[in-house]
C-alpha cells in the first residue's frame, strides 16, 4: 500500500464508501478510504435502509432527500443491482386531529415538487391490507422506498476499488495532524498521507474530530429493530417503522435510544417493538422473531445533516448525517463536486458546521 | 473439499461464497455474515459458528483463539410476535410527523 | 417473579447446584427449555467412574432421577418448557414458555447450559441419515427408533465409542469408526476393548470424502491413505466433540475467552464461578468441558458461591464446603482440564487485580508438583 494519497476518507460507510466511489469515478484522485472495522460493521449494516423522503420537514431538507432517492436508479445501472425498490411510503397515523397536520405537510412538501397525498383509512386499507382498521388515515408518497444495505455498500466498495481507489480495513485511526500542508493520519497499521481529508465516521465522527481539534456535535442514539422469519408477501408498502424485505423477512424498529456506543438489545424495547409491530400489522401476531440489532445512528445535534468543508482546517471535509442511506448518493456526488472542483451544485452552506459555531481549535 | 459444500444449512450459504467474502477483505465471522448471510438463518449461527471459524483460519493464517463468535443475537430461540408482546400494553403512537430512515429523526416544522 | 437464584438448565449441574443453594435456604428457579429436567444425563444408559465421593455409581437417567427427587422437599421453583431470550436493561431476565415472557429478577442467576455438539461437514452431510452422535442416542435411548441399519462413525473420542458400542448393542451394524488423527482420541481401555469384541472397525487417517444418496444416505466414500473405499450406509454419525453453548452469556454480556482444552471459547471466570457480569456465575460444560465429575463439582462450587454472597451460611461451613469440593475436583478432574480452568481463573483475577481465593492458589502449586 502507498503512503500518500490525493484523498483519504476515514469510515467506510455509507456515506463513506460512496464519497469514495463518486471521487474515483473521475479516476483523477489516487483515494484511501479506512476503516476501524469492516464495511457494515457499524451503522450502515444495521438499518431498516429506507429510502425515504416525503415526511421529512422543513421542505427544504425533504427536497436534499428527494433530490437523493431520485438517483437511486441511475447509481444501480452503474454499480449494479443494489435491490432498490420505490416501494411507495405510508406513515399512518391513528387520529383524526393528525389529517390537519398530515395536509399542511402535503402542502408545504408540494411547494418543493414532493408529492405527499393524504389517504383515508379505506384508502390506506386498499394499498396496503394487512394494516390495522385502528388507524385513521396516512400521507402517502410514491418517491419512499428501500434499499438492500448489505448490498448497496457492498457494490460501492467494489466499484471504487475497480476505479483504482484504494480500502484499508480493520486499521483504526489513532491520531491526524498536519505536516507540511498535508494530512498524516496515524492509524495502528502505519502513516498515511494526504492533501484532502475527509471524515465520514458516522457516529464515530466526533472522536474524529476530536483529533482534529474540532467538536463535531452529533449524538449517538441507539435503533432496535426486530426480525421475523421470511413470511409470504404481507407488505407491499415501506411502512412507518417496518418493511419487508425481498426474503420475506418483515423488519420492526421504532427505538430511539441515547446510550452511547452500546449495541445490546434489550427486551424492554423488544417487547415495545413486538406490541407495536401487532398494533400496526394485527397479522404479525403470528409470526416468529428470529432475531433482533441495534444500531447506533447519528443524531447531529439540530437534526440535519453536517456537509462540506470543515472551518478552519483547510482541505478538511466532513460528511456527518442521520439518514446515510437515504443521501449517499447525492452526498457522494456533492461531496466530489466540492473535492475536484471546490463548489457544489447544490449550496450546502445551511448545511456547514458553521452553524453551530463549536470550533475549540484550529489544527 | 467440493468448494460447493453447505457451510450454512439455514441460509444454503457453501464454502465458495465463504471465501469469496473472505477475500474481499471480511475476516470475522460478524463481517462475512453481513456480505453472505451466512449464519443469519433460524439456528443464529448454532451449527456453522466454529465451521466458518475454521475456514477464516485456514484463509487469513489468524489463530482460532483470535476469531470470535459471531454475535448473539436476543431472542434465543425463535419467539412468536404474540408471546414478546404479552405483557405490553398497546401504546400505539402515530409515527406521523417522523422520518424514520433509520432510527427516525423528529422534525417539528417550524411555523 | 423474584428470587435468591435462577438456574437455567436443568442439566446435571443446574440440578446440583440447586441442591446445594436450597438446603441453605436460598429461594430458587430452575428453567429448563424441554419438557422434563435432566438434561444430558436424560440419554444416558452407561454409569459413571469418576464422581464425587457423595454420589453412588448410578446409570445417567437414574442419577437424573436421584438428582431431581432430591429437590422435592427443598423450595425449588421448576419452570419447565421454560427459555430464557434476553435480558432487561436493569439486568433482570426474561424467560418464555412460548406463549407470555416472565420477568425473573434474581439476586444471583446461575447459567448452566452445557455444550453442543460441534458438527463436521462433507459432500452430502445434508442428506437425512447424517446425524451428530449425540441425536443417534437421543433416538436409541428415548424414542427407542432404530436411526439406521448400517453406520460409519466419524470421530473417536469417548462419546463416539461410546455411542458405536450402544448403536452396536441396538442391532445396527457399525461399518467403521473413522478418525482423521493417526491415533484414536479415546482413552477409556474397557470401552476400547468393548469396540474391539464387537469387530467393528477403525478406520485411522481417514476421512468421509462425500455421502451420497437419493433424499437420503446410501452410501459413503472414505478415503483412507489416499485410497477411497465406498461404503454401504445409511447412518453417518459425527461425534467431533463438544463446545461450550454461549448465548446466555452473550446476552447477559459477559466477556468470553478462547482455551482450546475447554471446548473453544468459554465465559471468563473468577475462581468463584463468577462471571464478569456480578452476579451471574457459570458452572457445568459451559465453564469448559469436563466430566461428569467436574459437571457436577462447579454446579456445587458456583452455588456455594451464591450461598456466600448472599451470607446464607456461616464463614466456617462455607470454608469446609468449598475445601472439599475443590479437593474432590483435584482429585476427579482430568489435570490438563484443571490446569486450564485455573489458568483461566488466574488470569481474570490478575487482569482485574483481584485476590485469588487461598485454596484455587494452593491448587495452583499442587498441579505444578504434580
Redo the contacts between chains.
Keep these: 500500500m502507498k503512503k500518500s494519497y490525493d484523498v483519504i476518507v476515514i469510515g467506510s460507510g455509507v456515506v463513506g464508501s460512496s464519497i469514495a466511489y463518486h471521487l474515483s469515478e473521475s479516476k483523477s484522485k489516487e483515494i484511501l478510504t479506512i476503516d476501524k472495522?469492516?464495511p457494515?460493521?457499524g451503522?450502515s449494516?444495521s438499518?431498516?435502509?429506507?429510502?425515504?423522503v416525503h415526511?421529512?420537514?422543513?421542505a427544504w431538507?425533504g427536497e436534499l432527500n428527494m433530490y437523493s432517492a431520485e438517483l437511486y436508479p441511475f447509481l444501480e445501472r452503474k454499480i449494479g443491482d443494489v435491490e432498490y425498490k420505490r416501494t411507495g411510503g405510508i406513515?399512518?397515523?391513528?387520529?383524526e386531529s393528525?389529517r390537519e397536520?398530515?395536509l399542511?405537510?402535503a402542502e408545504?412538501q408540494a411547494e418543493v415538487g414532493i408529492k405527499v397525498e393524504v389517504l383515508s383509512r379505506d384508502e390506506v386499507l386498499e394499498k396496503e391490507p394487512a394494516l390495522s382498521h385502528?388507524i385513521a388515515g396516512?400521507?402517502y408518497s410514491n418517491i419512499d422506498g428501500n434499499v438492500n444495505p448489505?448490498r448497496l455498500i457492498?457494490l460501492y466498495?467494489?466499484a471504487a476499488r475497480k476505479n483504482g481507489a484504494e480500502?484499508s480495513?480493520?486499521n483504526q485511526v489513532i491520531d491526524i495532524s498536519k505536516e507540511n500542508g498535508m494530512f498524516k493520519v496515524t492509524t495502528q497499521d502505519g502513516e498515511y498521507f494526504s492533501n484532502q481529508l475527509v471524515l465520514a465516521g458516522g457516529p464515530w465522527s466526533k472522536s474524529m474530530g476530536k483529533l482534529l481539534g474540532v467538536d463535531v456535535p452529533i449524538k449517538q442514539?441507539?435503533?432496535q429493530i426486530?426480525v421475523?422469519?421470511p413470511l409470504s408477501p404481507l407488505l407491499t408498502h415501506t411502512i412507518?417503522?417496518m418493511r419487508q424485505a425481498d426474503n420475506g423477512e418483515v423488519l420492526v424498529?421504532?427505538?430511539?435510544e441515547e446510550v452511547g456506543y452500546d449495541r445490546?438489545?434489550?427486551?424492554?424495547?423488544?417487547?415495545?417493538t413486538?406490541?407495536?409491530?401487532?398494533?400496526?400489522v394485527p397479522a404479525?401476531?403470528?409470526?416468529?422473531?428470529?432475531?433482533?440489532?441495534s444500531?447506533i445512528?447519528v443524531?447531529p445535534e439540530d437534526?440535519f445533516p453536517i456537509l462540506g468543508e470543515i472551518p478552519g482546517i483547510e482541505n478538511g471535509y466532513i460528511a456527518a448525517m442521520?439518514?446515510?442511506?437515504?443521501l449517499s448518493p447525492l452526498v457522494g456526488t456533492l461531496m466530489t463536486e466540492l473535492l475536484v472542483d471546490g463548489e457544489t451544485s447544490i449550496d450546502l452552506e445551511r448545511y456547514s458546521l458553521k452553524r453551530f459555531n463549536t470550533i475549540q481549535s484550529i489544527g | 473439499m467440493d468448494k460447493s459444500t453447505i457451510v450454512c444449512r439455514c441460509e444454503e450459504i457453501n464454502i465458495d461464497e465463504i471465501e469469496s467474502a473472505i477475500n474481499m477483505g471480511a475476516h470475522t465471522f460478524n463481517d462475512i455474515k453481513r456480505l453472505t448471510r451466512c449464519g443469519m438463518g433460524p439456528c443464529q449461527a448454532k451449527f456453522c459458528m466454529n465451521l466458518v471459524r475454521k475456514i477464516i483460519s485456514e484463509k487469513t493464517g489468524q489463530s482460532l483463539k483470535d476469531i470470535k463468535p459471531p454475535r448473539m443475537r436476543v431472542p434465543l430461540g425463535v419467539t412468536r410476535m404474540s408471546a414478546l408482546a404479552s405483557n405490553k400494553a398497546s401504546s400505539v403512537a402515530s409515527v406521523f410527523g417522523e422520518s424514520a430512515e433509520e432510527g427516525e429523526t423528529d422534525h417539528e416544522e417550524e411555523l | 417473579m423474584r428470587t435468591d437464584l435462577l438456574i437455567v438448565g436443568g442439566g446435571p449441574a443446574g440440578l446440583n447446584a440447586a441442591y446445594k443453594a436450597a438446603s441453605y435456604g436460598l429461594k430458587t428457579i430452575i428453567v429448563d427449555k424441554w419438557f422434563s429436567l435432566g438434561g444430558q444425563l436424560r440419554q444416558q444408559t452407561q454409569s459413571y467412574d469418576h464422581l464425587p465421593q457423595h454420589f453412588a455409581k448410578l446409570r445417567g437417567y437414574k442419577l437424573a432421577d436421584f438428582l431431581i427427587d432430591r429437590l422435592k422437599p427443598l423450595d425449588v421453583t421448576i419452570l419447565e418448557k421454560h427459555t430464557l431470550i434476553g435480558a432487561y436493561s436493569d439486568g433482570s431476565v426474561g424467560v418464555t414458555n412460548e406463549k407470555d415472557i416472565l420477568p425473573i429478577d434474581a439476586k444471583n442467576v446461575l447459567i448452566t447450559t452445557g455444550a453442543m455438539e460441534e458438527p463436521d461437514i462433507f459432500p452430502g452431510w445434508t442428506l437425512p441419515g447424517v446425524m451428530t452422535a449425540g441425536a443417534a442416542q437421543i433416538l436409541i435411548n428415548r424414542e427407542r427408533v432404530l436411526p439406521g441399519k448400517q453406520a460409519l462413525i466419524l470421530g473417536s473420542n469417548e462419546f463416539a465409542l461410546e455411542v458405536a458400542a450402544q448403536l452396536h448393542d441396538c442391532g445396527i451394524a457399525i461399518k467403521g469408526i473413522v478418525e482423521n488423527r493417526s491415533e484414536l482420541l479415546c482413552q477409556n481401555e474397557k470401552l476400547i476393548a468393548r469396540i474391539s469384541n464387537a469387530e467393528i472397525p477403525i478406520v485411522l487417517n481417514g476421512v468421509i470424502e462425500s455421502a451420497i444418496g437419493k433424499g437420503k444416505v446410501e452410501e459413503a466414500y472414505v478415503n483412507h491413505n489416499g485410497n477411497n473405499a465406498l461404503y454401504d450406509v445409511d447412518l453417518i454419525c459425527v461425534a467431533k466433540g463438544i463446545t461450550p453453548i454461549l448465548e446466555p452469556f452473550e446476552v447477559m454480556n459477559c466477556d468470553l475467552i478462547y482455551r482450546e482444552r475447554l471446548g473453544g471459547w468459554l465465559p471468563e471466570y473468577y475462581g468463584n464461578f463468577e462471571t464478569t457480569n456480578p452476579s451471574i456465575y457459570v458452572a457445568g460444560n459451559a465453564a469448559g468441558i469436563t466430566n461428569m465429575g467436574g459437571i457436577l463439582l462447579t454446579g456445587e462450587i458456583a452455588a456455594i458461591s451464591a450461598v456466600e454472597s448472599l451470607n446464607a451460611a456461616s464463614t466456617v461451613q462455607i470454608k469446609e464446603e468449598k475445601e472439599y469440593l475443590w479437593n474432590e475436583l483435584y482429585r476427579i478432574e482430568y489435570n490438563s482440564v484443571l490446569e486450564a480452568r485455573l489458568d483461566v481463573i488466574n488470569e481474570l483475577h490478575n487482569e482485574k487485580d483481584a485476590q485469588l481465593p487461598p485454596l484455587v492458589d494452593s491448587l495452583n502449586g499442587r498441579l505444578i508438583n504434580g
Excluded at chain 1, 438499518?47 to 425515504?52: H, R, S
Excluded at chain 1, 404479525?284 to 440489532?293: D, G, I, P, S, Y
Design positions: 472495522d469492516f457494515l460493521s451503522t449494516g438499518t431498516q435502509a429506507w429510502v425515504w415526511n421529512k420537514t422543513p431538507y406513515a399512518p397515523f391513528f387520529s393528525d397536520n398530515a399542511r405537510l408545504k385502528n396516512a400521507t448489505f457492498e466498495v467494489r480500502f480495513f480493520y442514539v441507539r435503533g426486530i421475523t422469519e412507518g417503522g424498529g421504532y427505538s430511539k445490546r438489545s434489550t427486551l424492554d424495547i423488544i417487547q415495545d413486538a406490541r407495536m409491530a401487532i398494533d400496526f404479525l401476531e403470528k409470526a416468529n422473531v428470529v432475531r433482533c440489532f444500531g445512528r443524531m437534526g442521520h439518514s446515510g442511506i437515504t
